[in-house]
């Protein structure tokens, strides 16, 4: 019998599970409820959103057989970038927000060149954009912050949504259009097929190069566009913004459904993924001292599903 990493509707199950779960456990008697609302449910997308939009762009790197450490420090250079031009430099936020993301466009580029160019394992290249970035965000913030709170009008609603929603309206929005490019086009097929035998790919006429260079800088802009919605919806810039983020959209894409193996992924399943890990802190921070055990919990995840995928690699062969 194989041993299968469970795919991207196994991870909506788990997701309802889940939820289920914390409602019964944070449940009162004769108390409104705490976690099962409208409001608590907003917050839980809201941050969710910026893992969510970020794990899309994994998802897709993992699935070509990549890895990228970088996310975290793209984002909080996206989020310093935005808040300079907007603060400093006085630029309008229609302006400033495209510079923020160009950011991402760069590194992403960046970290191709090194992977498909110079040929560096995509950790070690990933690991020295993520040193660049996050050096270039302390370096222009020079340990400062940058508060947008002050110029972004309170209850502003772009386009009529409030800018609290954005990170999840975002999130859905951008799953779908890149899940439908994963599963309806002939890159989404060939990103799959470097994933899963770069060397057959190749003889097959892919073109891996680009096929690489897609995933990277599709994954960098991802990236930015979660720090600028950080910086935007949160009201600030800073250096040390997303620290840690890397794990948990790694995780959140693995925990969708991506093989690390390379071959397998799952767009939709990387934001199910954020959208479990979302859940568990808003429910931890209800619980006494459950806030110290996310770290632990998280970890515990994630080795649990990479051990599943290894099993399941080897079964299949």
């Not at 893992?51 to 993992?62: D, K, L, S, T, V």
């Not at 003889?203 to 960098?220: E, L």
């Amino acid at each position: 019998m194989r041993l299968r990493l469970v795919p991207g509707w196994s991870a909506a199950a788990i997701l309802l599970l889940e939820f289920a779960l914390f409602t019964a456990l944070l449940a009162r008697p004769g108390q409104p409820q705490t976690f099962a609302n409208l409001d608590n449910v907003a917050l839980i997308l809201k941050y969710s959103g910026i893992y969510g939009i970020a794990a899309i762009g994994a998802a897709m790197i993992i699935g070509a057989g990549g890895i990228d450490l970088a996310p975290g420090a793209v984002i909080a250079l996206a989020s310093v970038i935005t808040g300079h031009l907007f603060t400093v430099e006085g630029w309008p936020l229609a302006a400033a927000i495209p510079a923020g993301l160009a950011t991402g466009f760069l590194s992403g580029a960046c970290a191709a060149a090194l992977v498909v160019l110079a040929r560096l394992p995509p950790f070690i290249a990933t690991l020295g954009v993520m040193g660049i970035a996050r050096g270039a965000a302390f370096l222009i913030t020079e340990g400062r912050f940058y508060d947008l709170s002050r110029w972004v009008a309170a209850g502003s609603a772009p386009l009529g949504v409030p800018l609290s929603a954005w990170p999840g309206l975002l999130m859905i929005v951008l799953a779908a259009v890149f899940q439908a490019v994963m599963t309806a086009t002939a890159l989404g097929r060939h990103v799959l097929a470097v994933g899963g035998n770069e060397t057959a790919a190749r003889f097959a006429g892919v073109r891996v190069g680009r096929v690489k260079t897609f995933v990277y800088v599709a994954g960098g802009a991802l990236a930015a566009l979660a720090g600028v919605v950080l910086a935007v919806v949160q009201g600030q810039g800073k250096a040390d913004l997303a620290s840690g983020y890397e794990l948990d959209i790694i995780a959140a894409a693995v925990v969708g459904g991506a093989s690390l193996s390379g071959g397998r992924t799952s767009v939709v399943g990387a934001v199910i993924g954020a959208l479990i890990f979302g859940v568990l802190r808003n429910a931890l921070t209800q619980i006494p001292g459950g806030t110290f055990a996310d770290r632990l919990i998280l970890g515990v995840a994630v080795l649990l599903v990479v051990v599943m995928d290894r099993l399941a690699t080897r079964e299949a062969r």
